[in-house]
């Protein structure tokens, strides 16, 4: 069983990761890292009791944690990964919100000459991995595409890290895209914040969602709606899952975005 340190344990993405790691026969959970419950036993594994950040670098080399998942805040999360790198530990990132700074960060800490792997990916929600797919497939047939992300009320970036990387792979596959027509905004944002490509994005924040994206995609006399609903975080952990496994093996070395490449896309 590959055993697995979650930093990040008592939020809404951490626990949810917490109870699956130890539902899963392939996953043990053996340290969890999360300053609001320092000290308290999980309820999902009573035998884990969870400490501070400071406290991690001890915790990850006395558990013999594998593999470490990170959901936290981007404002910490590349003090964690060298907390993981330094104590041998491959990494799994679900925190959004990291740059391209924040990319080659990780990349040094996890260099592909190396015999770690770090998994960041801004979904791992296997229907949003297929939808990013897909409007990446459509792009060269449209000139124009603006991206609507929905999300609860309580995310702190904007946009997400899933409409970001949408964009730029929208913009990596098509060089077309029609000039913005607007002369006059009459209300500031009204026309979403500009990513890759010059793609429109616009983000909606909404007690009672989850993690909702839609791509819109025009051309003469037709258009093409590509959306997907997480529903319940539960829609993440079989990627999550999928993302330990895969970087536990050893055969992923170096720096992975996205777990595209573990589903054959
Ligand atoms: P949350 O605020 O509920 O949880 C974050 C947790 O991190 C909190 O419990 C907080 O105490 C803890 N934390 C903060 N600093 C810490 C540190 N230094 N060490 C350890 N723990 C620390 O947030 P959430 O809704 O669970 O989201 C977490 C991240 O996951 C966000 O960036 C969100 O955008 C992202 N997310 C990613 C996916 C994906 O599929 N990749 C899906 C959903 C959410």
Redesign the pocket.
Known sequence: MTRVAV????????ATVCAAVVADARTELVAA????VAGTPLAVAPSVVAVA?AD?PEVLASSGAEVVVD????S?VL??ASVAAAAGCHLVI????LGADGLSALASLYPPEGSLGCVV?????IG?VLSMRFAEMAAPWFETAEIIELHHD????AP??TALRTAERMAAASSTWADDPTQSTVVAGARGGVAAGGIRVHSVRLRGLV?HQEVLLGTTGETLTIRHD?LD?AS?MP??LLAVTQVASGAWPGLTVGIDAFLGL
């Open positions: 930093i990040g344990a008592a939020g809404r993405m951490g890292v999360d300053p609001t950040p991690a959901f936290t805040a981007p910490v003090d964690n679900g925190t959004t919100g990916a801004a979904n791992f929600a949003a309580r995310k702190v970036d997400s890290g993690a997480s975080r993440f990627g999550v």
